[in-house]
């Protein structure tokens, strides 16, 4: 039989369908959502990031300021800046590229976001917000698995969830989203005892551990749905998950691809947190 391949780009392409439509109904009332990404040096995969959130932005018709910095920026000049977006009302969402550079503490740089915009959801308190169920701007990435869990028609009420790795990007929030759509959730990670036995329970399999190829089919009960959130690039320069697919195309019932799977889904949500953040700032029911 083998899997169902759950296409990222097909499912994005049908939300940003959704978001076109409700930046049309911001526009007649005069709103048009905002989204300032600021980047700190040169990283070459950063700036592909950022490239094609200011392309998304260009597409759906979303306010769009890109601050490059140069990379010996002090953290004082950056937080300086991200006070000036915090109180400028065309910009909804702040996003600051990470990972920053070695003499700028990324904790105080997410602390300084106001929480109204933080369209990343990595500030503590949009943290604590999702961690007790309190409406909140949610992290993209995790919001994005979510999403995508749901858009194939699996109901994830009353399942088993496993997720394989606790970053605070993505393991975390994900287990979080998980129990908050009512699966019972286990979070596996690198001092886990017999993870190869705990995944092999898990109905939805979520897998967040930036190691390429590292979860084979051993690892995954048949029929079951397998999200690879990692992106990994090979020596001969292909990119892979953290999932061994052609392995496990097999044995899953529903799978990811890299590239084409979660990817696209967390640039979608993050337009979508920026037409939320702009709803709110106007006082616009949600």
Same mark, same amino acid.
């Given at each position: 039989? %083998?899997?169902?391949?759950? !296409?990222?780009?097909?499912? $994005? ?6 978001? #076109? ?18 980047? *700190? ?7 592909? =990031? &950022? ?11 979303? =306010?769009?300021? &890109?601050?490059? #910095? ?22 909804? %969402?702040?996003? *600051?590229? #990470? ?18 915009? !933080? &369209? ?6 949009? *943290?604590?917000?999702? /961690? ?8 993209? /990435?995790? @919001? ?7 858009? $194939? ?13 606790? $970053? ?16 019972? *959730?286990? +979070?596996?990670? $690198?001092? /886990? ?26 690892? &995954? ?25 052609? !392995?496990? #195309?097999? /044995?899953?019932? =529903? ?21 939320? @953040? @702009? ?6 029911? +949600?």
């Amino acid at each position: 039989m %083998g899997a169902h391949i759950i !296409d990222g780009k097909k499912i $994005s392409e049908q939300i940003r369908g959704e978001w #076109l439509e409700q930046i049309a109904e911001l526009k007649e009332k005069g709103i048009v959502p905002g989204l300032a990404v600021v980047l *700190v040096g040169d990283d070459p995969a950063s700036k592909v =990031y &950022v490239g094609s959130k200011e392309k998304a932005c260009i597409q759906l018709g979303i =306010y769009s300021e &890109v601050h490059r #910095l140069p990379g010996d920026t002090t953290e004082e000049a950056l937080l300086a800046l991200i006070g000036k977006l915090n109180n400028q009302d065309s910009i909804n %969402g702040i996003l *600051v590229q #990470l990972p920053l550079p070695k003499h700028i503490n990324e904790k105080s740089v997410i602390d300084a976001i106001s929480v109204a915009k !933080d &369209v990343d959801g990595f500030h503590p308190e949009s *943290v604590g917000n999702l /961690t007790i169920g309190d409406d909140s701007l949610l992290p993209c /990435t995790p @919001a994005g698995v979510i999403e995508l869990i749901k858009r $194939s028609g699996v109901d994830i009420a009353g399942k088993h969830a496993v997720v394989i790795g606790r $970053s605070n990007i993505v393991g975390k929030p994900v287990a979080m989203l998980l129990l908050r759509e009512n699966a019972t *959730v286990t +979070v596996c990670h $690198s001092r /886990t005892a017999d993870m190869e036995g705990i995944a092999k329970q898990a109905d939805i399999l979520v897998v967040a551990i930036g190691k390429a190829k590292a979860i084979d089919s051993r690892y &995954v009960k048949p029929g079951a749905v397998v999200i690879d959130v990692g992106i990994n690039r090979l020596p001969d320069g292909k990119l892979a998950g953290d999932v061994d697919y052609e !392995d496990c #195309l097999e /044995t899953a019932g =529903y799978i990811t691809p890299v590239p084409g799977g979660v990817g696209p889904m967390t640039i979608t949500l993050l337009m979508g947190n920026t037409i939320k @953040a @702009a709803k709110r700032a106007n006082g616009i029911g +949600v």
